[in-house]
């Protein structure tokens, strides 16, 4: 009875939202760029970052461009810094009903989401990991199942941001354990697309035999 007096507001740009709208307006979504990857997961700016130095991936699908003055800046910096992880979860809901109905990802062969695992340390200081609510949000779009406890990273390695790619992908290699078998393929999932190279080492950690899909809400602009 009290969303009459208080409606609940917009996640993002706190305008009263609609009965039918759940955590953010109809307006902010539409507002995210979207990169329409998920058309060809094969070849796009996603997958030459990553697919020369994972042998198992199959596709990448980065949802919407995380560019200067892209509204998902705000999304991000919202949901990781300012404890509003849903906002992550619509996001990716909102990318997964995009794959479903454009998508090229063959979805049937696909037996588990796999969020990328965050260090102890960081687990503590944030309370969440921003990469399992993109999961959740994917994992209720799609139905497939969210495999919890698979995949984990050992400690921080944020002081070594700033190496050299090559040197950090280095450094990171020894940080990720897989502990359960894994199915034939897997999502593998994450909120932004940086360099790739943390999620290079992670994916080294899965067994060869597994194949890889990566779906991430965001995608970073190319340096040049
Ligand atoms: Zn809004």
């Known amino acids: 009875m009290w969303d009459w007096l208080y409606p609940p507001l917009c996640g ?8 039918t709208e759940r955590g953010v307006c109809i307006g902010c979504l539409l507002r995210l760029p979207q990169t329409f990857f998920w058309r060809n997961p094969k070849n796009n700016e996603g997958y030459y970052r990553l697919a020369a ?39 990716a809901t909102f990318l997964g009903q995009l794959i479903l109905h454009e998508g090229q990802v063959p979805l049937q062969e696909v037996r588990g989401i796999l969020p990328m695992p965050i260090s102890p340390e960081r687990l503590r200081q944030r309370g969440y990991n921003q990469a399992e609510w993109v999961a959740r949000g994917l994992s209720e779009a ?12 050992i400690h921080s390695t944020a002081s070594q941001i700033g190496k050299v790619r090559t040197e950090r992908w280095i450094s990171l290699q020894g940080d990720f354990i897989c502990e359960k078998k894994l199915p034939e393929s897997v999502i593998v999932v994450d909120d932004v697309l940086t360099t790739g190279a943390t999620l290079t080492a992670a994916l080294h950690s899965l067994p060869s035999s597994t194949d890889v899909w990566i779906i991430t809400v965001g995608i970073t602009q190319r340096r040049s």
């Open 12 to 19: 993002v740009c706190e305008a009263p939202l609609h009965k």
């Open 53 to 91: 130095l994972n042998p198992n991936l199959k596709g990448v699908v980065c949802g919407f461009w995380y560019t200067s003055g892209s509204p998902l800046r705000k999304w991000v910096q919202l949901a990781k810094y300012q404890g509003q992880p849903i906002l992550l979860k619509v996001a």
């Open 142 to 153: 799609l139905k497939i199942p969210l495999l919890k406890g698979y995949w984990k990273r």
